[in-house]
T-cell receptor, first 116, second 114 residues
């Protein structure tokens, strides 16, 4: 999972395996969460989001799970491909749609490496 | 295709120079953000703006200022660049008032201050 510090957590998987990336978020009042993917030399790109009234949300090959009891978020990638190699960030918003002006708080990121 | 563009991909400046980083979005978004990204520290919010001429400090505003004269453009200014401002700078925008706060990012500007 993600942690404070200078060294990013890393995850290495073989092509075709399933990947699970974890994130511990900080604020129990957060009600909206996003996963971003950042490839080398590019800005972060949206993958999937989830609101706090849900436990699970599925996209194409990706699933996000939210456990509010332990303030834990995970991203599952099915049948991981070399093109999935990137840094993955979770982000939280304390007041989605409210007065927070859309501010997000980002985790430090996890490096995913997929070996052919 | 929605887009956030940044004026430069790479920039090299000298200590003490005034530096302007420009960001333009074509999605008519109200909210715009400037982050810096450093290894192991994730994205840290410098400043954001929720409307034209409005600005709010983020988590690390010291040494920076911003300008939002038009809705589509948000500028980050380093009044007197220092070596500790060497970093990747990311601009983002989002729609206000929705139930989602997805931010759309530009490609980033890698600034080196010598």
């Amino acid at each position: 999972g993600e942690s404070v510090g200078l060294h990013l957590p890393t995850l290495s998987v073989q092509e075709g395996d399933n990947s699970i990336i974890n994130c511990a978020y900080s604020n129990s009042a957060s009600d909206y969460f996003i996963w971003y993917k950042q490839e080398s030399g590019k800005g972060p790109q949206f993958i999937i989001d989830i609101r706090s009234n849900m436990d699970k949300r599925q996209g194409q090959r990706v699933t996000v799970l939210l456990n509010k009891t332990v303030k834990h978020l995970s991203l599952q990638i099915a049948a991981t491909q070399p093109g999935d190699s990137a840094v993955y960030f979770c982000a939280e918003n304390m007041d989605a749609g409210g007065t927070s002006y859309g501010k997000l708080t980002f985790g430090q990121g996890t490096i995913l490496t997929v070996h052919p | 295709d929605v887009k956030v563009t940044q004026s430069s991909r790479y920039l090299v400046k000298r200590t003490g120079e005034k530096v302007f980083l420009e960001c333009v979005q074509d999605m008519d978004h109200e909210n715009m953000f400037w982050y810096r990204q450093d290894p192991g520290l994730g994205l840290r919010l410098i400043y954001f703006s929720y409307d034209v001429k409005m600005k709010e400090k983020g988590d690390i505003p010291e040494g920076y200022s911003v300008s939002r004269e038009k809705k589509e453009r948000f500028s980050l200014i380093l009044e007197s660049a220092s070596t500790n401002q060497t970093s990747m700078y990311l601009c983002a925008s989002s729609l206000a008032g929705g139930k989602r706060d997805e931010q759309f990012f530009g490609p980033g500007t890698r600034l080196t201050v010598l």
